[in-house]
């Protein structure tokens, strides 16, 4: 039986979304509204068109995240990755494209397919419910009328418009020879013991430099038609620090209720406390620390901090103009809207970033429809796959998912390793040797890629549906 499922968006997620149902035999009606109405950051009417960098980051399957969910895709039929792999420019060990090329072929290839229909009109406010099963992949710059529906039906605190990001540090790289485990007065908040924070602590010689450094770093300034966001109450840290030199020790870096136990008898000047930021405890976000310093700025002026001088970061602060849900709240398993669950959601309204993100996000929520329509659920997505651990991210995987256990604090994530189940067994080199440094790193990264080839290739040669984890 064949059946009609409506895209509202054709971004990357949409497009993608929009070919998985076509390819399976069923009716795709991408709903798009430019021309009709156009956003600020799109130049053309193409379906896919990339509005930022040409860049879908590195292409190694072996050693990064964003190179496995790359290979995952193309595995799956992906016409985002055909499309990409067909109009890719030099670009060293990353796929970049001709954007115009790119999001022509794409264009192309959904108006041509007999099973696909693109109307060009502005959906106003949440699809009509007789349309059924309907995917919305309306991206970062969701059309106002859209977002206030999503808003009236989920709740006043379900979308966010500007997106104040910390920065997010991998647990293994932060030295625990400096940084210590205790909440601030040892109190316990929910779910957590009295020492649930992360904290670095500064002398008055290393935090000066640091507020000279954040004063003076490089800045990325607001596009004209992002206004000017800024509330009092998650104000960038340079904002902050340039309202005067102490105002970030009495603030997110307010030194009291804490004592370091390498130094008790030492208080120190100022302390930067990380929270736990997944449920596998292998990503930690600097509390207060959202930004506007450039991504190089950042990285070389939070390293100065004790504890984080090798700190890697699964993604960088900012903030910009961004709507996306509170998606561990309000979507399932399957990436349907708990309030209405004929409504699924995809791309970067969900809290992913990045395009391949988008559109892998895309591509599941575009099989989940499928799989609905057909009454055959799929099987969950092994959370060691990359399409995997993004999916739980979204749906679940964040350490603030259930309603009540404190404030909101779900942010848009890139594909990263944090995301990732660890190794049951950490890989040893030549005669059980223990590996350290790049090494261990570099064989680490293969084993959790190897691993998840294995996983997605069980997955796909499943046979038998089973009952979704959401049902």
């Known amino acids: 039986m064949t059946h009609t499922i409506h895209i509202v968006g054709g971004g990357l997620a949409g497009s993608e ?82 954007r115009e090329g790119f999001s022509a072929a794409v264009t192309a290839t959904l108006e041509g397919h007999p099973n696909v229909t693109v109307v060009r009109e502005e959906v106003a406010g949440l699809p009509p419910e007789e349309w ?21 039906l989920t709740g006043a605190e379900s979308l966010a418009f500007f997106d104040a990001i910390a920065p997010i540090v991998h647990r293994e790289s932060i030295d625990m020879d400096v940084a210590w485990f205790q909440s601030r007065y040892d109190k316990p908040g929910p779910g957590g013991t ?23 770093g490089e800045k990325i300034g607001f596009k004209q038609w992002e206004g000017t966001p800024y509330f009092d109450g998650c104000l960038p840290i340079e904002v902050m620090a340039e309202r005067g030199p102490e105002t970030l020790r009495h603030g997110p870096m307010k030194p009291v209720g804490l004592t370091n136990p390498r130094a008790p008898d030492r208080k120190p000047c100022a302390i930067v406390q990380l929270r736990q930021d997944n449920a596998l405890g292998t990503l ?45 709240r309000l979507l399932d398993a399957t990436l349907r809207l708990k309030a209405r669950p004929a409504l699924r959601f995809a791309g970067q309204i969900t809290g992913c970033e990045g395009y391949v993100e988008s559109a892998a996000v895309g591509l599941m929520a575009g099989r989940f429809a499928v799989a609905e329509a057909a009454s055959a659920p799929l099987a969950p997505l092994p959370q060691t796959t990359a399409l995997g651990a993004l999916i739980a991210h979204i749906t679940g995987g964040h ?65 038998q549906p089973v009952q979704a984890a959401a049902e």
């Open 17 to 98: 979304a929009a070919w998985q149902v076509a390819e399976a035999g069923h009716h795709a009606v991408i709903h798009e509204m430019r021309p009709v109405r156009r956003t600020e950051a799109h130049h053309g009417e193409g379906l896919a068109e990339l509005v930022c960098s040409n860049s879908f980051r590195s292409d190694d399957a072996n050693g990064n995240a964003v190179g496995l969910l790359h290979q995952e895709m193309r595995s799956l039929g992906s016409l985002i990755m055909r499309a990409a792999d067909a109009h890719q420019v030099p670009a060293g060990g990353a796929l970049a494209v001709d």
């Open 194 to 216: 009295g020492a649930d924070y992360l904290n670095c602590p500064m002398d008055r010689e290393q935090y000066d430099a640091f507020i000279a450094a954040l004063i003076g």
């Open 132 to 152: 059924g099963p309907c995917i919305v992949a309306t991206g970062p710059l969701t059309a106002p009328d859209l977002a206030e529906g999503i808003r009236a």
């Open 284 to 328: 930690y976000n600097m509390v207060g620390f959202q930004t506007k310093l450039t991504y190089s700025e950042q990285v070389r002026i939070f390293r100065t901090i004790p504890g984080l001088q090798n700190a890697e970061f699964a993604r960088l602060g900012g903030l910009h103009r961004n709507t996306y849900l509170d998606s561990p």
């Open 399 to 463: 350490v603030s998912a259930e309603e009540g256990s404190g404030p909101r604090s779900f942010q848009p994530m890139n594909v990263n390793f944090g995301l990732f189940p660890p190794l049951e067994r950490m890989p040893r080199g030549e005669a059980g040797r223990r590996l350290r440094g790049p090494e261990k790193a570099a064989l680490k990264k293969r084993a959790l890629t190897d691993r998840a080839r294995d996983d997605l290739a069980a997955w796909m040669a499943g046979g």
